[in-house]
């Protein structure tokens, strides 16, 4: 491998440490054919019929990946952040399908390209890659999951907000995400998820046990939407 390519690889390594356990031979192919791409905040990585073209890890920065209503509201699936890859690039590649949802770079980001067929082949061919691929794949999946139980059992996102305006005291809850899930009747995935949203968005401090309102007129506004 040449320098350049080497580094890419080690620093892929970095934020993805299973990668250093594929076979020599396999990282000497990846360092030869993979590229190290970089996307400047704002760009649409892929949209609703798009093709597949690469498996990407990201290195640096985030991807949001999202779906949009006739009406036009946005839901947020999943950010993919350092380490991590997209599962819905990862069905299309397995599937031959296209996408059917928008990929945006939240920030600027870097990430490492690997092309379709260099993934089937790995797929095919390195244990330790298939692992890498499906673990990250089986993590989005119930990632997804916990999404569908936060639609399906009605807004889930409002009834925190207004859960933590009538718990709070002086801007201050003491609560556990287990203990308000259990409060709201969801999984505690679920409300962490939306907590880091709310934090996210300037609504909240999350802290060891407790959660410090920090827009107390913007979250009472968001729950009464």
């Known amino acids: 491998m040449t ?6 690889i080690r620093r892929t390594i970095k934020v993805m440490p299973l990668l250093a356990e594929l076979k020599p031979a396999d990282l000497t192919k990846l360092g030869q054919i993979a590229q190290l791409v970089e996307v400047p905040a704002g ?7 798009s093709t597949c073209e690469n498996y ?4 640096q920065g985030t991807v949001r990946t999202s779906i949009t209503s006739e009406n036009g509201r946005e839901i947020v699936l999943y950010r993919v952040e350092a380490g991590q890859t997209c599962v ?15 990929g945006t770079a939240e920030t600027d980001v870097v ?16 244990e330790k890659f298939r692992q890498l691929a499906f673990s990250t794949f089986s993590d989005r999946l119930h990632g997804l999951i916990v999404l569908i139980n936060e639609i399906s059992f009605g807004h889930l996102d409002t009834r925190l907000a207004n859960y933590l305006t009538s718990k709070a005291t ?18 505690r995935e679920a409300v962490s998820r939306l907590l880091k949203e709310f934090e996210r968005k300037g609504f909240v401090k999350l802290d060891r046990g407790r959660i410090i309102i920090t827009a107390s007129s913007d979250l009472q506004n968001y729950a009464n939407k």
Do not use: M, W
Request: net charge negative; hydrophobic share 45%; proline share 3%.
């Open 43 to 49: 760009t649409v990585i892929f949209r609703p019929g």
């Open 170 to 187: 002086d801007n201050l809850l003491e609560a556990t995400h287990q203990s308000i899930a259990t409060n709201l009747g969801s999984a």
């Open 111 to 126: 990430a490492l390209a690997i092309p379709r067929v260099l993934f089937s082949e790995l797929l095919g061919t390195s």
């Open 56 to 59: 990407l890890i990201v290195l």
């Open 3 to 8: 320098t350049g390519l080497a580094n890419s």
């Open 88 to 102: 819905l690039t990862t069905s299309c590649l397995l599937a031959d399908s296209k996408y059917d949802t928008e």
